[in-house]
């Protein structure tokens, strides 16, 4: 019998291209974005220069940041198509479904969708950047009945979207812990909806197509949908002292405990210790000693139990929670950062591009043939 090639199952550990858009490096458990340390970049920078770096290579200088800003700005507002048909959809369907049919809208009526060059490409990336906090925070208020809150051109992305959705003026310690958040989001490497972006880029589809891809591939629970389902998890316990037994029951029943684990790092997330300090702020904040408590004794019990730790998505729920937001909008603000990761890797992925095709290994039943007839 001829020798059956080695299946690397899920692709795990498997190299398959190159990129210079980010470099994760679990065995120093660091993460690069354009080569600075993601760290630094969310202590120093706001979301629209980390934008702008995962863009164009290099952090922008004070007039490229202002015109970078303005023009984000200028995109923020909703066309009345997008308004109408998000409308139209059930309050059943999932606010990921919602982002996705937005965007599937958007590229729909952009005359433009076709031009793959690197400019339009970088247009429409901004222009999905600009609009994305509006989509979330239209259906989030229609959920509750709540008119649509115009964007504010003197706000940065971060104030604003919290200002859209909730129509209050946020309190600096809020916006900034968004914004980390948003920075800790936005690129890492080859992560499933990333390279299900690139699959579709590499066929010559276009930006949108690959973007409405990349949010069907974030949405299942052991990609971005994990951040809501910390939030379930947290709502099954309780409190803290329930932690250990859920944990022992739900491990009996082998469940996958959402939050925890990871492809590639094995030793911890690199973004968890910058997302749990804005988690301990945010508690602080909203004076919700309980919540953390609750963390705090699952992620030991997890340790305890399994040796496994927490990824982004375990301190991120909880923080999106106590703003305010509804749970199942967890993963679209996932969306609302990743689409800087995703349109980088599009452009980076139709610079050099190879169709993505790989292989299987045939095991069905043996050749066979179709009776014959009468
Ligand atoms: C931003 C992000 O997208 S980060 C990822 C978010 N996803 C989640 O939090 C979902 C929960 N986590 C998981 O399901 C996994 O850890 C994944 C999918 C993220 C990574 O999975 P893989 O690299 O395929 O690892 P795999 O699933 O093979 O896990 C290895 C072992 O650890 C166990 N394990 C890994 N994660 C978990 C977990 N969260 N809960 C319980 N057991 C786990 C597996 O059951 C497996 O055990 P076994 O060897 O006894 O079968
Ligand atoms: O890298 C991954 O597999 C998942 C992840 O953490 C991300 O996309 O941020």
Redesign the pocket.
């Known amino acids: 019998m001829a020798e059956q090639p080695e299946i690397f199952k ?1 692709l ?1 550990g498997v190299p398959v291209d190159y990129t210079a858009i980010s470099k994760v490096n679990p065995e120093s458990n660091s993460l690069l974005y354009r080569g600075y340390p993601v760290q630094e970049l969310a202590a120093s920078a706001t979301f629209e220069e980390v934008a702008y770096l995962l863009w164009y290579g290099e952090l922008p200088d004070d007039v490229q940041l202002a015109a970078f800003e303005e023009r984000e700005r200028s995109f923020r507002g909703l066309d009345h198509e997008v308004k109408r048909i998000v409308d139209e959809l059930p309050l059943t369907a999932h606010p990921m479904d919602v982002v996705r049919t937005a965007v599937s809208v958007i590229g729909a009526s952009d005359p433009a969708t076709p031009d793959d060059s690197v400019e339009a490409n970088l247009d429409k990336s901004i222009r999905l950047l600009a609009k994305l906090p509006s989509i979330i925070s239209y259906d989030q208020r229609r959920r509750h009945e709540l008119e649509f809150i115009e964007p504010r051109d003197d706000l940065g992305f971060s104030a604003n979207f919290l200002w859209q959705t909730f129509g209050e003026a946020p309190e600096l310690a809020v916006v900034n812990a968004f914004d980390v958040s948003m920075i800790l ?1 936005a690129e ?1 490497s080859f ?2 909806s990333t390279f299900t972006a690139r699959v579709i880029t590499s066929t010559l589809a276009d930006l949108y197509s690959a973007v409405t891809g990349a949010i069907g591939a ?1 949405k299942g ?7 809501e ?2 939030m379930h998890t947290f709502a099954e316990i309780g409190s803290a002292d329930a932690a250990e037994g859920w944990l022992d029951a739900a ?1 009996a029943e ?11 790092y094995k030793n911890g ?1 690199s973004r968890v210790p910058t997302m749990r300090d804005a988690l301990e702020r945010m508690v602080e904040h909203y004076e919700r000693p309980d919540l953390l408590e609750l963390y705090l004794a699952l992620e030991t019990a ?1 340790a305890e139990r ?1 040796g ?1 730790k927490p ?4 301190p991120a729920g909880p923080v999106y929670h106590l703003m305010g937001f509804d749970t199942p909008t967890f993963t679209p603000l ?1 969306v609302a950062s990743r689409i800087t990761g995703w349109t980088a890797h599009i452009m980076e992925q139709a610079a050099s591009n190879a169709l993505i095709r790989p292989l299987s290994v045939y095991r069905g039943v043996d050749e066979r043939h179709v009776p014959v007839k009468g």
């Not at 629970?221 to 951040?227: F, R, Y």
């Not at 082998?254 to 590639?264: C, Q």
């Open positions: 899920g795990a989001y890492h992560n499933a974030l629970a052991l990609h971005g949908g994990a951040n389902a910390v491990l082998k469940r996958k405990i959402m939050g925890f684990g990871h492809r590639v997330d997890m399994k496994i990824n982004l998505d375990y996932f």
